[in-house]
């Protein structure tokens, strides 16, 4: 059945969730959001949050990965997604990251059912 939408809200409801499973989509990405969540840290490294998904990945038994190569995935695959959807703040040139704040991180992570 179609109803009449005229303020675009079911468009608008559809688009949010198709970004939200794109941004769910990753099991790195869906670390890194754990990460930045449970952090008392407002503010962290590049260096910091590669080392912390390295260990975790590898208590998980998922073989290694150097820090190196998850940094340079955080770096441009990510965290660049993430900062387009307003999810964190990425500066590459200091290679900072912080979270908005506006709690957007926590809407997202409701939606994996943690």
């Known amino acids: 059945m179609v109803t009449d939408d005229p303020d675009g809200v079911a468009?608008?409801?559809?688009q949010s969730q198709a970004e939200q499973l794109e941004l769910l989509a990753s099991k790195r990405r869906q670390t890194l959001l754990e990460l930045l969540a449970t952090s008392a840290d407002d503010v962290?490294?590049?260096?910091?949050l590669a080392t912390a998904i390295t260990q975790t990945e590898q208590g998980a038994d998922l073989g290694a990965r150097p820090a190196h190569r998850v940094c340079l995935f955080l770096r441009h695959v990510?965290?660049?997604?993430?900062?387009?959807?307003?999810i964190v703040e990425y500066d590459p040139q200091q290679n900072v990251v912080e979270c908005t704040g506006d709690g957007r991180l926590d809407r997202l992570l409701d939606a994996?059912?943690?």
């Open 112 to 114: 994996t059912g943690r």
């Open 11 to 14: 468009e608008t409801t559809a």
């Open 44 to 48: 962290h490294t590049l260096e910091s």
């Open 78 to 86: 990510h965290l660049p997604k993430l900062d387009a959807a307003d």
